[in-house]
């Protein structure tokens, strides 16, 4: 199984390991890396890779592109580590990549995430049309 490492900016990525273990149980393959006020852009760095080996198969999903999370994971990557970087970590990422590692089976993590934000009043709106017609 591919190794998960959620990194942000504050203990958010500790919250939604948390979330997505309220919902699936357990999970001995995610890792959490919070980027913490103390901390400068060596510390996140070193944090970072203290969770990886050389011969492991590593997805980083991170908070926000552009933010210092995204950027030193980036700079690794471009030093030539064997990292698979997405932004935007949401709960529907993390619970597809999840599915997808069970399955044994390929997902868009962009997509899945992506389709998770929805205006609910709008689906609201559009049932309750649909019933008057």
């Known amino acids: ?9 504050g203990k958010f990525c500790e919250g939604i390991k948390d ?8 999970q001995e393959h ?12 060596q510390d996140l760095e070193s ?8 011969d492991d198969d590593v997805v980083v999903f991170v908070d926000i592109l552009g ?12 030093q030539g580590e064997e990292l698979e970087l997405y932004t935007g970590m ?9 599915n997808g590692q ?9 997509y899945k995430g992506r389709k998770g934000i929805v205006k ?7 049932s309750e049309s649909e019933e008057d017609e």
């Open 1 to 9: 199984m591919e190794k998960l490492i959620l990194v942000s900016h």
């Open 19 to 26: 979330s997505v273990e309220m919902i699936l149980g357990p």
């Open 30 to 41: 995610i890792f959490t890396v919070s980027l913490l006020e103390e901390d400068g852009p």
């Open 47 to 54: 944090k970072f890779t203290q969770h990886i080996d050389k």
């Open 67 to 78: 933010g210092t999370p995204a950027n030193i994971i980036s700079k690794l990557i471009m």
């Open 90 to 98: 949401n709960l529907p990422m993390i619970i597809s990549y999840l």
């Open 102 to 110: 069970m399955i044994n089976e390929e997902v868009d993590y962009i």
């Open 120 to 126: 609910v009043n709008d689906i609201i709106n559009e």
